[in-house]
């Protein structure tokens, strides 16, 4: 069996043999080196809410009838709003890890 580092976990799901088939096909077509890539890539930009794949959640929800078309709308209501809070407030990423760790120190029952 392959070693991995020890920082990394392995995946594992099932899919349909002739759907993996066709993903192998089109990752050969798109240039995408690996699976692993490209699912690699599909984690991080789940994690960092890139707004494109977050789209694409979106229409995943609603037409997999995974939540409402009104819940949906909503989550991405809120998510625009905050985005916009954060733009009004000019907070960068350190910044809001700095807020997080002041808080952290004041209220170490968080």
């Given amino acids: 069996m392959r070693k991995f580092p020890d920082r990394h976990s392995v995946l594992s799901f ?10 192998k096909i089109r990752l050969f077509h798109d240039e995408i080196k690996t699976q692993s890539e490209f699912f690699r890539y599909c984690v991080e930009s789940y994690l960092s809410q890139d707004p494109l794949f977050i789209a694409f959640l979106d229409d995943y ?14 989550s991405r209501q809120l998510r625009e709003s905050g ?6 407030l ?4 350190e910044d809001i890890e700095n807020i997080f760790d002041i808080l952290e120190e004041d209220l170490p029952e968080l």
């Fill in 83 to 88: 985005n916009k809070m954060l733009q009004e």
């Fill in 14 to 23: 099932s899919i349909d043999s002739k759907l993996h088939e066709n993903l």
């Fill in 61 to 74: 929800r609603i037409n997999k009838k995974v939540q409402s078309k009104k819940r949906v709308t909503k």
């Fill in 90 to 93: 000019a907070l960068t990423k």
